[in-house]
């Protein structure tokens, strides 16, 4: 049973467009949402986080949109640059461990 | 830099041996996850710490997998007899206390099992 599930699996964007990564779940204990990014031979790196308390959360060119009723939420990359791309996972908490989604790998194309 | 450290970064070995990796926590972070991760997939949870305490398991941790954490400080992963099937990245995160679902990960250290 897949608790986040996560889509697109691969998305291209041109630079300076909006990337937008949509992740949806399952199990109404989670309280918490991280988005990480990775690049290849590294580990994740946690980008922004939200509860869902809130329906929004924007840091710099990143912005988490949370609809807790559909229990969805999505990234948003503004202004997006050949050095976002990498590979992005979201994620979900409930008390001590995240669950996460299959990762979307972005490529953005000059 | 204070960030998450794991030690060894590359690890290939024979399949039937046994293998170790260290994990350096944030200082002062008091809870420590292992997380494993396969090609094409986002990482899976396999336990935690709370101090020197392993709190949760997986069910994905096998009974050849121990993890541990004497001092509440450092910890140590052990595969025996590793099979190929534990090829994977092995990640370490660590939090602090009431944000503990804020977790930073580490480098991770990549199995290959032959």
């Known amino acids: 049973q897949q608790q986040v599930k996560q889509s697109p699996q691969s998305l291209i964007v041109q630079k300076g467009g909006i990337s937008i990564i949509n992740c949806a779940y399952e199990?109404?204990?989670?309280?918490?949402f991280p988005w990480y990014q990775q690049f290849p031979g590294k580990g994740p790196a946690l980008l922004i986080a939200?509860?869902?308390?809130?329906s929004e959360k924007k840091e710099g060119r990143f912005t988490i949109s949370f609809n807790k009723s559909a229990k969805q939420f999505s990234l948003h990359i503004m202004d997006s640059q050949p050095g976002d791309s990498a590979t992005y996972f979201c994620?979900?908490?409930?008390?001590?461990?995240?669950?996460f989604g299959k990762g979307t790998k972005l490529s953005v194309i000059p | 830099d204070t960030g998450v450290s794991q030690d060894p970064r590359h690890k290939i070995t024979k399949r039937g041996q046994n293998v170790t990796f260290r994990c350096d926590p944030i200082?002062?972070?008091?809870?420590l996850y292992w997380y494993r991760q396969t090609l094409g997939q986002g990482p899976e949870f396999l336990t935690y710490?709370?101090?020197?305490?392993?709190?949760?398991k997986s069910r994905l941790l096998s009974d050849r997998f121990s993890a541990e954490r004497p001092k509440g400080s450092f910890s140590t992963l052990e595969i025996q007899r590793t099979e190929q099937g534990d090829s994977a990245m092995y990640l370490c995160?660590?939090?602090?206390?009431?944000?503990?679902?804020?977790?930073?990960f580490g480098p991770g250290t990549r199995l290959l099992v032959l």
């Open positions: 995160a660590s939090s602090l206390g009431q944000a503990a679902l804020t977790q930073y």
């Open positions: 199990n109404t204990a989670f309280d918490y």
């Open positions: 939200i509860r869902p308390d809130v």
């Open positions: 994620a979900a908490g409930g008390s001590y461990q995240l669950t």
């Open positions: 200082s002062e972070h008091n809870r």
């Open positions: 710490f709370q101090n020197e305490a392993q709190l949760e």
